[in-house]
């Protein structure tokens, strides 16, 4: 089994203003950079393997947390978002109406114009899950909200069509085993990036 920290990169001015940031490459915003000032990974994963999506406002993240030689790990992109991308959700509910609700109603298979499923995200996710499962020590990997969502499905069985079974606070870290075979399990959501 290996322990698995996945977190989620810092605040742009896009994640600010809600909008869909997806594969576009803003860098951290200054009150992003200035949040993560003092943070530090639980003590239980120093040491620690540690893996960044390639945008900028992840590996600037695993910077900031002390890992700046993190490997860059192409799986952990965000979703892509498509044409909806830059874009706020309450803008597409609001101009889609109920296609949008249909859509969203897929849970896993639900899918932006261009863009890609939450299914997707899982699919790309198992190579990389299959390989954790047989290192020694725990990995530590920096990525975005779309990619813990699905991470978070997978682990527990939540097929996106209702409310989660964990609320994820999204500058927190959260703690999975990931088993030979590359099954994962949810085991600490919410740990504070506080050292201890």
Known sequence: ????LVIRHGATAWTEA???QGRADPALSASGRAALAGRRVPAAFAGARWLTSPLRRARET????GAPEAAIE???IEMDWGAWEGRRLAEIRAEL???MAANEARG???RPEGGESPREVQARLAPLLGELAGLAGPVIALTHKGVIRALLALATGWDMRNPPPARLAWDRGHAFTV??????TLEAPNLALDGR
């Open 1 to 4: 089994m290996t322990a698995f």
């Open 18 to 20: 809600g909008r869909l």
């Open 62 to 65: 695993a910077r900031l947390l």
């Open 97 to 99: 109406g109920p296609s």
């Open 108 to 110: 896993l298979d639900f």
């Open 179 to 184: 088993a030979p075979g590359g099954g994962v």
């Open 74 to 76: 192409a799986c952990l």
